[in-house]
């Protein structure tokens, strides 16, 4: 992770600061899927100290993982060190949450710079990171399956951007059934928290009434 405004989560956040939980949440999501994982810590806002770090993670490990600094802030210095590092291959791609997404490769590795909001970075390991190392893991199925809910409660947002609802999806009178779990900013980890999968809105659609047909995917242990 990246940031000086980062601290443990066991120390009280001072002025300005806030606690460093994608680290740790992260990390977790990956062992969960079956990947060890090498924590290299928090980076403060300076180039050298992240290259510092790309370059020890790419000498021990087949695929790297950062989050901050990758949007267009003054201190957003991922980007620029993946590029001169490597290369950067693209940058921001048009989901919801999870926008600002740097993906390159450092020592021939891949590297992928995640946001620093919590639930965007949480939604790009699971829908861009997560297939990415299955496949380098020799796996076949990389993407979760997709099923179709009956939506409860209408929902609005703005279109443009293919967005993942944190939902609570239920299996009723044999179908699914499948709700937001409340406000969902990209700051708002309790959303995550409550929910057991995604609807998936598509980028062109803007309201959905009650009772419509939705596409949903579930948290579902590894195969």
Known sequence: SSGDELVPP???????????SNRFTLA???RRLGFPVVDFGNAPDREEAIEALFRQAAERCDALVSTGGVSVGDYDLTKQVLARLGQVDFWRIAIRPGKPLAFGQVASKPAFGLPGNPVSSLVVLDQ???PALRQMAGHTR??????????EGA???QA???EFIRAV?????GGFTARSTGPQGSGILKSLARANGFIIIPSETAELPDGARVDCQLFTEEI
């Not at 066991?10 to 460093?20: E, F, M, N």
């Not at 990389?142 to 939506?151: D, E, H, K, Q, V």
Request: net charge positive; proline share 8%; hydrophobic share 30%.
């Open 169 to 173: 999806i239920t299996w009723r009178d």
């Open 160 to 162: 443009g951007r293919t």
């Open 155 to 157: 929902l609005r947002r």
């Open 10 to 20: 066991d120390r009280q956040p001072g002025p300005g600061q806030i606690r460093d």
């Open 142 to 151: 990389l993407y979760r399956p997709t099923y179709t809910a009956t939506l």
């Open 128 to 130: 861009v990171v997560r």
């Open 28 to 30: 977790a999501h990956l």
